[in-house]
C-alpha cells in the first residue's frame, strides 16, 4: 500500500511538475497514511514494567524465607535437646534453675524468628500478587498490540512452536528402549520387549463411570470352547470390594454390554473370600485375587464356583498400608498385584523387613494355590503406580502426566537384574491406571483405567518390524 500511494504521488508530481512550466502554479503532494500509527509509547511501557517486576523479584527474596526456616528448625532442634538434657539432668536446684533460663532465652529467640517469618511470608505474598496483577496488565495490553500485527508473523510463529512441540513429543513416544532387560529368545520364544503401542482399544464398560476401580482381560489359558471369553471385575463397594466376577463370550459382545454372565463369589460385601483391591486375575478357568482383610492369595474356581487360598509370608502388607501411589495421589487398596505371563500367575506385595521393596513370588496354579519361589528387589512399590510380567521379567511403571506413564523398571527373576532406565511409554486416554496385565496369548496388556478398558498390543524384537 506504501509503495502504491508513492508511486502514484510521484506520477502526480511529475505530471503537475509539467502544468507548472506552463501556467506557473504550484505543486502540492499530500501523502495519506491510512494504517494506525503504531503505539511505540506503550510498548515501551510495557517493557518498562517488564524490567521493574525483574528487579522486583530477586533471588534475595525468595532465599530469604527459606534461610529464615532453616534457621527456625535449627533452633527448634536445639531447644527440644535443652530440654531432653534437663529432664534427664535436673537436680531440682541451681542446674535446673539455670538450664530453664537457657530454655526460655531460646524460645525467645525461636518466637522471633517465627514472628520475622511471618512478616516475610506477607510480604512474599503481597508482592506475589501485585506481581500476578502486573503480569495479567501487561498480558492484555500485548494482546492488543497483536492487531498490529498485520501480517501475523507472531500468530504463525505459534503455531510453528506448538506444532514442533506436538512433533517432539510424538517423536519421543516413537522411540523404543534400545536394550531392554527381557530374557534371551531362548527364556522368551517371542524374542525381547522392546515397545508398547495403542491403545488398540478403549470403552467404558457397561457399568458407566460409576466404578472407577477394576480390572479385565482374557483367560491366557482358557477351557475349550472359551478362547475368545472376555472377564470383567468392577469393584462395586467403596472402590475396594468386589463379590462377582462378569464374563462376556467375545469382544463385541462386552462393546455393548448384551448376554454377560455374572459368577457370585459371595452374598454380599465385604464377607469372606470377597475381592480386596483391583490388581485380580484370571488364569486356567480361575480367578486370582487378594482375600478380604487376610494376607491370603484367593483362588475361586469359575466352574465349580468354590474357593481356595494360601498364606502370604508372615506381616505382609495389606489393608492400603502399602499401595501403589506417585506424588500425593495412592490407589487405595492396591497391597497385592496379581500378574499371568508364559509360565503361570504370579503375586507382586511388601512388608515392613522388606522396607516396603516389592516382593514377587509365585502362585502354583493348583487347588489350594500353593507359593513357590519369591524374589526381593529393590524397588519401593509406594514409587510404582503398577506392575505386570513378562518371560518371568517383572516390569513397573510410573506416572509422567496426565497423557502418559511409563514402563521404567524391570526385574529378570531368572537372572536377578534390575534395571531402573527403561523408557517405554503408554499413552493414556484417562490420568489413572488402577490394574495393569499382560496376556501371553495374544500378547495385549490390558488396562482399567478410571473405569474405562483400554488394550495395548505389546512389541517384541522380531515382530517390531513386521
Given amino acids: 500500500m506504501m509503495s502504491l500511494l508513492f508511486s502514484v504521488c510521484v506520477t502526480t508530481v511529475f505530471l503537475t511538475s509539467v502544468f507548472q512550466s506552463v501556467s506557473g502554479t504550484p505543486c502540492v503532494c499530500e501523502l495519506k497514511n491510512l494504517v494506525r500509527p503504531f503505539p511505540f509509547s506503550k510498548l515501551d511501557n510495557i517493557n518498562r514494567a517488564a524490567s521493574q517486576c525483574n528487579g522486583n523479584i530477586t533471588p534475595k527474596e525468595m532465599k530469604e524465607a527459606s534461610g529464615l526456616m532453616l534457621g527456625l528448625q535449627s533452633r527448634l532442634k536445639q531447644l527440644e535437646?535443652?530440654?531432653?538434657?534437663?529432664?534427664?539432668?535436673d537436680d531440682g536446684k541451681l542446674y535446673g534453675a539455670v538450664s530453664l533460663r537457657i530454655i526460655e532465652l531460646e524460645l525467645a529467640e525461636v518466637l522471633q524468628l517465627m514472628l520475622k517469618l511471618n512478616e516475610t511470608l506477607r510480604s512474599n505474598q503481597r508482592l506475589s500478587e501485585k506481581t500476578i496483577a502486573e503480569l495479567q496488565g501487561m498480558l492484555e495490553d500485548m494482546q492488543n498490540l497483536e492487531d498490529f500485527d498485520y501480517m501475523q508473523v507472531v500468530k504463525k510463529q505459534r503455531e510453528n512452536q506448538r506444532m514442533k512441540r506436538d512433533l517432539d513429543r510424538c517423536q519421543n513416544e516413537l522411540q523404543a528402549t534400545a536394550w531392554p532387560p527381557t530374557a534371551s529368545p531362548g527364556h522368551c520364544p517371542q524374542g525381547q520387549l522392546v515397545n508398547v503401542s495403542g491403545p488398540r482399544t478403549y470403552s467404558l464398560t457397561q457399568y458407566g463411570t460409576s466404578y472407577p476401580y477394576g480390572a479385565w482381560g482374557k483367560d491366557p489359558k482358557p477351557a475349550p470352547g472359551k478362547e475368545g471369553m472376555y472377564w470383567l471385575v468392577a469393584l462395586t463397594s467403596s472402590s475396594v470390594y468386589a463379590n462377582y466376577v462378569r464374563q462376556y463370550n467375545s469382544w463385541s459382545t462386552m462393546m455393548v454390554g448384551v448376554g454377560p454372565t455374572d459368577a457370585s463369589i459371595s452374598s454380599s460385601n465385604p464377607t469372606t473370600n470377597t475381592i480386596q483391591g483391583p490388581n485380580v486375575v484370571m488364569y486356567g478357568g480361575a480367578l486370582y485375587y487378594g482375600c478380604y482383610n487376610t494376607p491370603y492369595v484367593c483362588r475361586f474356581n469359575m466352574s465349580d464356583r468354590t474357593v481356595s487360598n494360601v498364606a502370604l509370608p508372615p506381616n505382609t502388607g495389606i489393608n492400603n498400608k502399602f499401595p501403589f501411589a506417585y506424588l500425593d495421589l495412592a490407589y487405595t487398596y492396591t497391597d497385592l498385584d496379581f500378574a499371568t505371563d508364559e509360565s503361570g500367575v504370579w503375586v507382586i506385595y511388601t512388608s515392613p523387613e522388606n522396607f516396603g521393596n516389592i516382593i514377587i513370588s509365585e502362585v502354583l496354579a493348583k487347588t489350594p494355590p500353593v507359593l513357590?519361589?519369591?524374589?526381593?528387589?529393590?524397588?519401593?512399590?509406594?514409587?510404582?503406580?503398577n506392575t505386570f510380567m513378562v518371560c518371568g521379567v517383572l516390569y513397573a511403571t510410573r506416572f509422567l502426566n496426565k497423557e502418559t506413564e511409563e514402563i521404567f523398571y524391570s526385574f529378570d527373576t531368572r537372572t536377578g537384574i534390575e534395571r531402573y532406565d527403561l523408557r517405554?511409554?503408554?499413552?493414556?486416554?484417562?490420568?489413572?491406571?488402577?490394574?495393569?496385565?499382560?496376556?501371553?496369548?495374544?500378547?495385549?496388556?490390558?488396562?482399567y483405567s478410571d473405569a474405562y478398558i483400554l488394550s495395548y498390543n505389546v512389541i517384541f524384537s522380531d515382530t517390531l518390524y513386521a
Fill in 424 to 447: 517405554i511409554h503408554l499413552k493414556k486416554m484417562q490420568p489413572n491406571v488402577q490394574s495393569l496385565n499382560y496376556n501371553p496369548q495374544d500378547r495385549m496388556l490390558y488396562m
Fill in 372 to 385: 513357590g519361589r519369591n524374589w526381593k528387589t529393590s524397588l519401593h512399590k509406594r514409587t510404582v503406580t
Fill in 81 to 89: 535437646e535443652s530440654v531432653s538434657v534437663l529432664e534427664r539432668e
